[in-house]
Nanobody, 120 residues
Framework: QVQLVESGGGLVQPGGSLSLSCAAS????????MGWYRQVPGKQREFVAT???????NYADSVKGRFTISRDNAKNTVYIQMDSLKPDDTAVYYC??????????????WGRGTQVTVSS
């Protein structure tokens, strides 16, 4: 059993900052790429950023220069620092991880999401 739990969402004013974290726990052997995605009602979930185990990062054009993804492999945790937030960043943010379990099964796991609202 593997779980990913996000935290840190909330309400922030335009131009403000927010930091999210996502901790993986359970029967984990190793974690590869971890990432953040977001979804607004009526739209498909969209890519935000990913980070490889070695630290290589990739960002959506819409967040490049404003969001920073990082990870702590010892804590099985991925973070995203979101600066210069805009109302268009309002969404439910989900983390995921490509995880090999102790049973040597490789699978992508998702968290349940955390709401981020950017509004004055």
């Amino acid at each position: 059993q593997v779980q990913l739990v996000e935290s840190g969402g909330g309400l922030v004013q335009p131009g403000g900052s927010l930091s999210l974290s996502c901790a993986a726990s359970g029967s984990i052997f190793s974690i590869g790429t971890m990432g953040w995605y977001r979804q607004v009602p009526g739209k498909q979930r969209e890519f935000v950023a990913t980070i490889g185990r070695g630290g290589a990062t990739n960002y959506a054009d819409s967040v490049k220069g404003r969001f920073t993804i990082s990870r702590d492999n010892a804590k099985n945790t991925v973070y995203i620092q979101m600066d210069s937030l805009k109302p268009d960043d309002t969404a439910v943010y989900y983390c995921n991880g490509v995880i090999t379990t102790t049973g040597r099964v490789l699978k992508t796991y998702w968290g349940r999401g955390t709401q981020v609202t950017v509004s004055s």
